[in-house]
């Protein structure tokens, strides 16, 4: 019977205030209605004249003339095409928005569909419904339509001449992704059209010349990455065009010089990425122009007169263009011109000499221009300038890049007014660092003393005899290039990044050959190499700071010690043995279908060994000693090369002298006090301190609560502290404090250097905290264990390229409770992770070091598994940023297991690897144009199970933002 139907609805009637959510979204949920109960809802309202005005429906359309006859907006989701449904339609005479955005009609829609609405609907979206054809009485008679929306249907047959031609007043037309390769002549008919979208079509063959005269209206025009060659004539006709967006074509056979002649109201212009070698000269017809977009052009050079029109130039975008120099005309816009980005060209020794003369800038982006060695310092007298970036500009002397430059733009203001008048004062110090890593008993202490007896070590030589040694090697006089020795304690990798400078750490990989016999006879040499080798490369480059690009890079070198096989012979077989399967690894990493060939150094580069040659492979233990001695000759030439050397400002020479001196060697650490009162100039200390810890001289962490008043002139107290963080289990804390009051370090100063590194969670964690010593690693509860919930949501992240150090993975545990942490939260750090309960949802978050794995977890109920996908998706994007971010050269994949199979203790589960909405989250993790995910419109609807191929609830495989009402 007609009156016991009830529907899947959600609406809201006139009397009602404005909803608080968006309407046309996946958001809305729809509940379960009968006719009778949405009536006895308007009857009990207090207005008689309550009439519904906005409603969603799942599937079939309810009798709109009994519950709904003044209908204004209806969004309509699982549509099912019928001949009912048509009728039902009829009855919506007022009806001015319709929304079908995701409905399948690929059967297309009855050509009396809007018959109904036809003089009243003016808004229609029918993106992605999986149309292929239109016909030309699809639209027939909506001459009251304002707004249009196709995007995302492959229309297999293109559009109807006639299609839009009843459309007189329609004023935005969406195209997007369409298929299309032609656009139909009645687009010359919408002369009212203010905003047209046809971009990612295939307009290989261009579009027809006269398509634009008749859009006098026209304000925004979108024709990126739709495969033009050109762009038609009639263009110059859109005399009210404010925005135009022709992004990633192929204009490599250059543009018409008038194009842009006539658009005298375009405020906005993108024309990047469009192979083009040379602009059109219109570009200086363009007067009310605002922003410009050229970047990532191969123009060599502008147009000498590109600039003079341009009188409202505010925002100009040019980076990547293989620009050598700037034309004298940009100097034309210094009156408007706030914002100029010029990364990643070819400008050499300083930028062009008309930057500078942009009075009125407020930023300036000039990253990744590596061939530049100097800044004006007539740069700084632009008083409006508040941002200057200079990241990856690693060749930058004056100022120095590290310390300075890639500090930003106070830290270099400060350089020029202390090196003042003095600039022709060279006062150089070598930034230099040789850093050795390897397995226990490579051989590190005997190269390091080897070094020693030969390079006259300024410091005692039982330091090299310590398991972590800093050592000064006397290259250059008062500023000896420094020597450390890591040890095989994965604790001490934790200060990696407190020393290193990508292009001028020295490392050195040093491999007992016995050990590779032994380990390849038990293994395989594939696996010997990679853990006497390439793992200790890993925490070389795979983490790289944020000042710092991989490619900087330097080649690392290999020392191979006990040498002394049976015979020469045999020891060059095992040799060329390991040099093979290192570089089988390399070519692993660098093919490697998920990684960014991009990012990686140039001694990564497919066409050289990992260790080429004579130049980077040495012995120790020969007769001769003409290795170590060719050794040495490396590292000096390396050691005074101009990007291992600054030149600084003689007063902040002096101030470095003096930290490096032996006057107060019986003291642990300074006091920012005590360093204030022996050098006079107070305004300069910060700066000067910034760039000593910068670049390794000392250690200060500006920022951080209870440690920022200490000067560390020592590396050697802050790395003894990390190792006794990751000391073995179950030291009690007594054993931790006497090691405090051996270190003359105060408990807050210690939690203050443990939180700096992310070891210990934040300060919001007090020691009142009932499991407060958990939250140590070396106090840290047992394993934590997978517990069988009712629903388990499970995403493995599979390191591809080599095992992270522990304190990477006690990082990660950090960073999520940071995140989570909240009122109505319990956490729990446990030795390989982490686990935070909430009321009807857990995370768990688990290393396994053994199987280069990590891995996150959140068992659920059923009806809020909207929320713990929530936890899920923000855990994924926060350890996936992370590694990104930390350990740039890290190659990991995605894997989801399917829950289902779970429940069902399945032995192999079903998996989605890299797929569905784990790539969408790799997307946006590695800004691939992808801001959100994919959200599954209906709670109910199912799907295949990946492994069994039964029907299962789609929330088990695809994120979901609605509850399940249960």
Known sequence: MESAEEYDIWYRHNLQPEPTVFLFNYEVVCSLYSEKEVLDVLNQSSDADAYITHMTVKGQLPRFHK???????????????????????????????????????????????????????????????????????????????????????????????????????????????????????????????????????????????????????????????????????????????????????????????????????LKNLTLSSNKMTKLPSSINCLESLQILYISDNPLSELPDGIFFGLKSLFEFHLGNCRLSTLPASLEECAATLEYLYIPRNLFSIELPKVVPKLRNLKKLVMSENRKIEQLDAQLLNIQSLTELHCMGCVNLVNPPYHGVADLGLGQIRRFFLDQGNTSNVKKRISTALVAVVGCKGAGKSTLIQSLQQRLQLTENSNAASEEFSYSKLEIEKDFPIRLISFGENEAHHAAYQLFFRSNCTIPIIVVNLQHFVQRSAKQNDRNAAKSLVVDWLSHFYLSVSDSTSPSDLLQPLLVITHTDLDNGKEYQGYEQRLLKACNDLKYEIYHAPFGAQSSMPTFLNNARPLFPGTDSIFTLGGKDGKSIESLISYLSQKSQKENCCDSIPPKWYNALKWLQSNSFENKKYLTQKFVEERIAEHDSLKPLLR?????????????????????????????????????????????????????????????????????????????????????????????????????????????????????????????????????????????????????????????????????????????????SWKILISSILLVSTYLRDSWKLLLFVLEYLCPHCMHQNADRPGKLLNSGFLREIFQMVYSEGITDLTYASDVIEEVKCPSTSEMIPSVLLQPCKMPINL
Not at 101 to 116: C, I, M
Not at 121 to 138: F, M, Q, Y
Not at 179 to 188: D, E, F, M, V
Not at 220 to 249: A, D, F, I, Q
């Open 691 to 867: 760039y000593a810890h910068k670049v390794g001289y000392i250690l200060w962490f500006e920022n951080v609560e209870n440690i920022s008043h200490f000067v560390f002139h020592k590396p050697q107290i802050i790395v003894h502290l990390l190792e006794k963080t990751f000391s073995k289990k179950n030291s009690s804390f007594s054993d931790f404090e006497k090691l405090l009051e051996e270190l003359e370090i105060k408990f807050p100063m210690a939690i203050g250097i443990l939180q700096k590194f992310k070891l210990v969670p934040p300060s919001s964690v007090t020691v009142s905290d009932d499991n407060f010593l958990h939250f140590f690693p070396f106090m840290a509860k047992g394993k934590i264990n997978l517990s069988g919930e009712t629903l388990v949501l499970c995403t493995n992240i599979l390191l591809k390229t080599g095992n992270l150090p522990k304190y990477a993975y006690r990082q990660l545990a950090v960073e999520m409770f940071s995140f989570h942490k909240g009122p109505n939260t319990t956490i729990c750090m446990y030795e390989n992770g982490i686990a935070i309960q909430w009321n009807e949802m857990a995370l768990q978050f688990t290393c396994n070091t053994a199987e280069c794995k990590l891995q996150i977890a959140v068992t659920t109920s059923a009806k809020v598994v909207n929320l």
């Open 67 to 265: 519950i709904a006859p003044y209908l204004r907006e209806l969004c309509l989701r699982k549509l099912i095409i019928s001949e009912q449904t048509t009728a039902r339609m009829q009855k919506l005479k007022f009806l001015t928005k319709l929304d079908l955005e995701g409905n399948d009609l690929s059967s297309g829609l009855p050509s009396d569909f809007f018959n109904s609405c036809k003089e009243t609907l003016v808004h229609l979206n029918l993106s992605d419904c999986k149309l292929k054809d239109l016909p030309e009485s699809s639209f027939e008679k909506l001459s009251s339509l304002r707004y249009l929306c196709l995007d995302n249907n492959k229309l297999e047959n293109g559009l109807s001449d006639n299609l839009f031609w009843s459309m007189k007043d329609l004023r935005e037309l969406r195209l997007k992704e369409c298929n299309l390769t032609t656009i139909p002549s009645c687009l010359c008919a919408l002369y009212n059209l203010e905003i047209l979208d046809l971009r990612r079509n295939h307009f290989f063959s261009g579009l027809p010349d006269n398509v634009f005269y008749s859009m006098i209206h026209l304000k925004k025009l979108y024709l990126g990455r739709s495969e033009l060659t050109s762009l038609p004539k009639s263009l110059s006709s859109l005399s009210s065009l404010e925005k135009l967006v022709t992004s990633h074509n192929n204009f490599s056979g250059g543009l018409p010089n008038d194009v842009f002649e006539n658009l005298k109201m």
